[in-house]
């Protein structure tokens, strides 16, 4: 099942994006290029600020360290020198999450950050700020090998990392458009061998070229036959297409 | 007159270089090594690319504390203590599955779950803190910042996934005698009475780069350090009492020694320069700096921290080159892909060996 998205659903901010996916409900908003406080003001680039809202109480250490992997990964992707001396603030709200979260024992930041990812790259787009390039982030879990099924997870949902019970080691991979990896955030046990396995899976499932072997076969974890970058594409060429349904339509 | 010399090229001293344009004053450092050799070009630190610092370890010199650190890691400076409190059983709920675990646990099972225990009841408190003046960048008088925040959540999730320390060193049981007769079985039920709680306060005195690194060795360092008192139960006046021999004392088993690395990858093409950038991936225009210092990681946006553990490996698969990752991150930017994670593997392996003997020499 591919990700749910809405973009531009808030009118006051510049951009936005509801996502929800696998439980995972965050909704993002941007604002930006918009009047930079003094101190956080840079003189050659964009100040990208993150703001990451948990679904219940108030943010947390946990919450910090959500904001600074996504501050990072956006700030490779975002031009910030084309809009220098600007600020491009980025919040994001998680709405709910899968009632199992808590009892996956998997780390729950691990687990939503390619939700927290995604989002908050709709929601640039939606705001129209100048990107390099775009990104596709998915989770792959690797259970314990004494377990059923010992093939790596790619896409978990909660569900199904308790029902897979121990979880060897999981693993989040971010890519960029042009195939470079962004991010990786790896906890558990594994050794490079697995690791490597896992980055194959997750570069097949984010950016796999079109009418590659993989299309037949695997893939089945989701029912999803394509890749995220084209469920990405696909995402932005509807809301594209329902913007322009006047102009087109005469 | 005519003794002036002609006006050289303009140049700074090194200092001012450095200060007024920092991407260029490592470029340069780095381009200068002879051609043939290009791994031998040295940082402006005087390190090559490949150097970590060696790391220098002092441990139990705080008195109050159970087990402490001070870990020295070229300029950064950090003190770590471990203080325990008890944590009465009545205190807290639902810890009643967690003494039946204990009667089925055999001995010393290095894979005992009890991550779990650990983190609901949040046994393990890490703590961070910048002292003020341990670095420029840190305003004090205000609250933690976003850098510290991110340090002790990183260090506390660290912390839980190596399951560094056992659940077991921390429960304080209680054999009760006279129930113990009336039990069928025979065996005495052993009853939790008490935690340990742990509080792992790090303290920056300075901070030249690599925080991360220093502060989680010196948490190993000071949990290595760390000896707990003997606890009991007192049947007659119903509290945990500690004793105050020190031969009863015993030190925390920990499993097996992650070490961090921590990486930051230096691109030369300036990023500013232009942005569709003809990067050819890990060519001659990126460095991947081992231990990067406050000046390199300022002028660094991609990181890497690799955590690897080769003791445990060793003992379970016989095999000596098999090292176990425990953690990876790596954010920032797109220069290491998958085959340069290889070589930052194999750098963190070495490293490890290098940060065992320093430990092992200290113990």
Same mark, same amino acid.
């Given at each position: ?110 687990? *939503? =950050?390619?939700?927290? !990812?995604?989002?908050?790259?709709? +929601?640039?787009?939606?705001? #129209?700020? /100048? @990107?390099?390039? *775009? =990104?596709?982030?998915? !989770?792959?879990?690797?259970?314990? +090998?004494?377990?059923?099924? #010992?093939? /790596? @997870? ?6 199904? !990392? ?20 962004? !991010? ?67 | ?363």
């Amino acid at each position: 099942m591919a990700p749910e998205t809405e973009l531009s659903n808030l009118h006051r901010a510049d951009g936005s994006a509801t996502y929800t996916h696998h439980g995972y409900s965050i909704i993002g908003a941007v604002n930006g290029p918009i009047e930079v406080p003094r101190r956080d003001e840079l003189p050659e680039e964009a100040t990208i600020e993150v703001n990451v809202r948990p679904a219940a109480g108030v943010g947390s250490p946990k919450d910090r360290q959500l904001e600074t992997l996504v501050h990072n990964t956006l700030r490779s992707i975002i031009l910030t020198r084309s809009i220098p001396r600007t600020l491009v603030q980025i919040t994001l709200q998680i709405r709910s999450l899968p009632e199992e979260a808590a009892s996956t024992g998997v780390n729950p930041s691990i687990a *939503i =950050l390619p939700h927290l !990812l995604h989002t908050s790259l709709l +929601a640039l787009l939606s705001a #129209s700020i /100048p @990107l390099s390039t *775009i =990104l596709t982030s998915v !989770l792959v879990a690797i259970p314990a +090998a004494h377990t059923q099924p #010992s093939t /790596p @997870l790619l896409s978990p949902t909660a569900n199904d !990392l308790v029902r897979a019970k121990s979880i060897k080691s999981v693993h989040v991979f971010a890519f960029s458009g042009d195939k470079k990896l962004l !991010l990786n955030e790896s906890d558990g046990v594994f050794s490079y061998e697995e690791w490597e396995e896992a980055c194959e899976m997750a570069e097949e499932a984010c950016c796999r070229e079109k009418g590659g072997v993989g299309l037949a076969e695997g893939m089945d974890v989701d029912g999803q036959s394509r890749n995220l970058e084209e469920w990405l594409r696909e995402v932005v060429k509807e809301k594209v297409a329902y913007e322009q349904r006047w102009k087109t339509a005469t | 007159m005519a003794s002036t010399q002609p006006p050289a090229a303009l140049s700074f001293p090194r200092p001012i270089f450095a200060a007024v344009s920092p991407h260029p004053f490592l470029h340069a450092h780095l381009t200068t090594a002879p051609p043939s050799k290009p791994s031998h070009a040295l940082r402006a630190n005087g390190r090559t690319a490949h150097d970590f610092r060696t790391p220098s370890i002092h441990t139990g010199s705080l008195t109050h504390s159970n087990g402490s650190a001070v870990v020295r890691l070229g300029n950064t400076s950090v003190v770590c203590g471990v203080r325990a409190e008890i944590l009465k059983e009545e205190d807290v709920s639902g810890t009643a599955e967690y003494a039946d675990a204990e009667q089925q646990r055999d001995g010393d099972d290095a894979d005992g779950d009890d991550m779990e225990e650990l983190d609901s009841l949040r046994l393990l408190v890490p703590n961070v803190e910048l002292s003020t003046g341990s670095t420029p960048q840190h305003i004090p008088g205000s609250a933690p910042s976003a850098f510290a925040q991110t340090l002790v959540t990183r260090l506390r999730a660290l912390l839980l996934s190596t399951r560094l320390v056992r659940a077991a060193d921390l429960r304080i049981l209680h054999a009760p005698l006279d129930t113990a007769e009336q039990d069928s079985d025979g065996a005495a039920q052993n009853q939790l009475k008490a935690y340990w709680t742990l509080y792992i306060d790090t303290f920056f005195i300075s901070l030249d780069g690599n925080a991360f690194d220093a502060a989680w060795l010196a948490i190993l360092a000071a949990l290595q350090d760390t000896l707990l008192p003997r606890a009991f139960w007192d049947d007659d006046l119903e509290m945990v009492l500690c004793s105050d021999v020190p031969g009863e004392a015993r030190r925390l088993q920990l499993r097996g020694l992650p070490v961090a690395s921590t990486f930051a990858v230096f691109e030369g093409a300036d990023k500013g320069a232009d942005a569709g950038g003809d990067a050819e991936q890990q060519g001659p225009g990126s460095w991947v700096l081992s231990d990067p210092d406050a000046f390199e990681e300022s002028v660094c946006s991609e990181s890497v921290c690799v955590v690897v553990d080769c003791g445990t490996a060793a003992k379970g698969k016989g095999k000596g080159k098999g090292a176990v990752v425990r953690r990876m991150e790596k954010n920032g930017g797109g220069v290491v892909g998958r085959e340069e994670m290889k070589g930052l593997v194999k750098r963190a392996v070495e490293r490890w060996g290098v940060v065992e003997a320093v430990l092992g020499g200290n113990a």
